[in-house]
């Protein structure tokens, strides 16, 4: 009795100081640092985080010492007193509510049920190992372990995302595979016969929901492109259709099989000593026949509960690429609808669209094309850049939010991929539409300007480069697509084409001094290099220096493109250049 209260206290414990660590963790980690004052908020918002987070558990843990105390260790004290009437009710009791959780959240309680018991039996493993050592460090393992476990186990039911994280479900799956194996192994020596029968049925289950939980995990890790979107809906219509059986046959043929597998080997005498009972065949290859016994068994276990545990990951997966692809699709209604304005504007007023030319000039000049060439990375690179420079002198008021597109109804894993299809299909063909007026308003801009010594497709493709960094990059589209849906204003399409060069240079000088912070260059490197970015009286900002910031920031998130001069994040080396180019204009693949 006192080993069992001595459990229950643990257990309380370990469940205050993994709500403790899960706090800190979901309240500082992730969160961007930069500078002293970011510090010092995740410091705070850790230490908050930590109160928060262990008063919860110093509930749940007085919750389940509380459970403990009523049932559990009754429930033992019964069993060993041998009242087992009333020990049978206290198991049929929790058997009902383990049933229910497990009915209602599989894809949340069968992960942490599995954490729960390889975690379990690991740590009474360890307790036993090491509990009675002189050293405190090894008598803490234990302890560790336990805290470990519950803090897995509550990341689990929680926030039910402990199996889409990439690297923690595989460890976490081979442990409880070679725990399994372990455990088998030992079954299968043990003195008590009865254990010994049990062995494969204990390791069948076992198996069978771990193939289970792997198949979770893949559903949390896949990206969902739309061919994987395609090969994922066949393969799930195929075990679909597998398992359209109702679970209560599968379930009672792997009773069947594994009673029969019971009974063979707990009274062989009177089976022939094989495993199962096939015509015939009587102590001939009974390893084999072992083999496809314990086959068969995890087979039936995976096929009952692949669907309903996996079902929960896989609509979490469809409901957020889902949100994504209509994200896109809006985005590209936005584009769409912005490239129409700019083509109706230009066609209307060439003479404003012709403000673009110093613009296509400084450009060819910063990378000069040769005539019949095609033009250069660099050159479109530093066209999109300026576009993303021009739209953040705009201001043209913040859009409305577009709002959280959500699977309409409860639908089931196939009527939910059926539905991310079609916006798959819905996005390329949007996306599609976008491309040809940006095409048209590339062509409509660069008819009206007049360049000599600049060919008409060099033109164009420059022009192409600078509307995509102006309109898909800034708040441009978002604010055209809010009005495309009457939500919003008609801004002023002339400002779109207007450059005013002191506006664009403090923009300019702006972002480039953002990317260089976050790439991690010396401040003042860049200070240095660049100046404080004032302008001194009298004195007028030039294209050719917007240009340089252009070809500077695009140098920051691309490190392979040359950039003479330019300032370089530590990892760049000194004021050497790379040696690849990567391409910057037209519309995003």
């Not at 007026?437 to 600049?454: M, Q, W």
Request: glycine content about 12%.
């Amino acid at each position: 009795m006192d080993e069992s209260s001595d459990v229950g206290a643990d257990l309380g414990l370990y469940v205050t100081a993994a709500g403790g660590l899960l706090g800190v963790w979901h309240a500082a980690g992730g969160r961007e640092v930069d500078g002293f004052a970011d510090v010092a908020l995740t410091a705070l918002a850790g230490v908050l985080g930590a109160f928060g987070g262990l008063l919860l558990g110093l509930l749940v843990g007085v919750a389940l010492l509380v459970v403990h105390s009523v049932t559990v260790a009754p429930a033992v004290g019964w069993w060993r007193h041998r009242r087992f009437g009333r020990a049978a009710l206290v198991v049929l009791a929790w058997a009902t509510v383990i049933t229910a959780l497990l009915w209602w959240w599989p894809d949340r309680f069968l992960p942490a049920g599995l954490i729960m018991g390889f975690g379990g039996w690991s740590v009474f493993l360890a307790r036993r190992r090491f509990g009675e050592s002189e050293h405190l460090a090894a008598r803490a393992v234990p302890h560790l372990g336990g805290v470990a476990v519950a803090t897995l186990v509550g990341e689990q039911l929680v926030f039910g995302n402990l199996l889409s994280t990439t690297y923690v479900a595989p460890v976490l799956l081979l442990i409880m595979a070679w725990l399994s194996w372990c455990g088998w192994r030992t079954m299968r020596t043990s003195r008590r016969i009865t254990v010994r029968a049990a062995a494969d049925i204990v390791w069948s289950v076992q198996l069978g929901l771990l193939l289970s939980l792997a198949l979770v995990w893949l559903a949390g890790v896949l990206s969902l492109t739309p061919t994987q979107v395609t090969a994922t809906r066949a393969v799930l219509e195929r075990v679909q259709a597998l398992t359209g059986v109702h679970w209560a046959y599968w379930l009672t043929a792997y009773t069947a099989i594994a009673v029969s597998s019971f009974l063979v080997l707990r009274w062989p005498q009177r089976f022939g000593e094989v495993r199962l009972p096939v015509l015939g065949v009587l102590n001939t290859g009974k390893r084999t026949l072992a083999g496809v016994n314990i086959g068969l068994m995890v087979a039936l276990v995976f096929t009952i509960t692949a669907v309903p545990v996996s079902e929960g990951a896989w609509k979490r997966q469809v409901e957020e690429r889902y949100a994504l692809e209509t994200r896109q699709v809006q985005r590209s209604e936005g584009e769409e609808a912005a490239y129409e304005q700019i083509h109706q504007y230009v066609t209307a007023n060439r003479r404003g669209a012709a403000r673009l030319k110093p613009l296509v000039v400084a450009v060819h000049e910063a990378a000069p094309t040769e005539p019949g060439q095609p033009v250069s990375d660099s050159g479109l690179a530093i066209a999109r850049q300026l576009g993303r420079f021009q739209a953040a002198t705009l201001h043209l008021g913040d859009p409305r939010p577009a709002p959280v597109a959500v699977l309409s109804g409860d639908p089931d894993v196939s009527e939910a991929f059926a539905a991310l299809d079609e916006a798959q299909r819905a996005r390329s063909q949007q996306e599609t539409r976008s491309g040809r007026f940006a095409d048209a308003a590339a062509a409509a801009v660069a008819s009206t300007l007049d360049i000599p010594d600049i060919g008409r497709s060099e033109v164009v493709h420059i022009v192409k480069a600078y509307l995509g960094g102006l309109v898909e990059e800034g708040r441009v589209r978002d604010l055209l697509q809010s009005w495309a849906a009457g939500e919003s204003v008609r801004p002023a399409i002339s400002h779109l084409v207007s450059i005013d060069v002191p506006a664009l240079y403090d923009a300019a000088y702006d972002l480039a001094r953002r990317a260089a912070v976050r790439a991690g260059v010396d401040v003042w490197a860049f200070n240095a290099t660049y100046g404080l970015g004032l302008t001194m009286p009298g004195e007028s900002r030039q294209l050719s220096e917007v240009v340089i910031l252009a070809r500077q920031t695009h140098h920051l998130t691309d490190r392979g493109s040359p950039c003479p001069g330019c300032v370089h994040p530590p990892e760049g080396g000194g004021t050497q250049t790379g040696g690849g180019t990567s391409g910057g204009g037209g519309r995003r693949g």
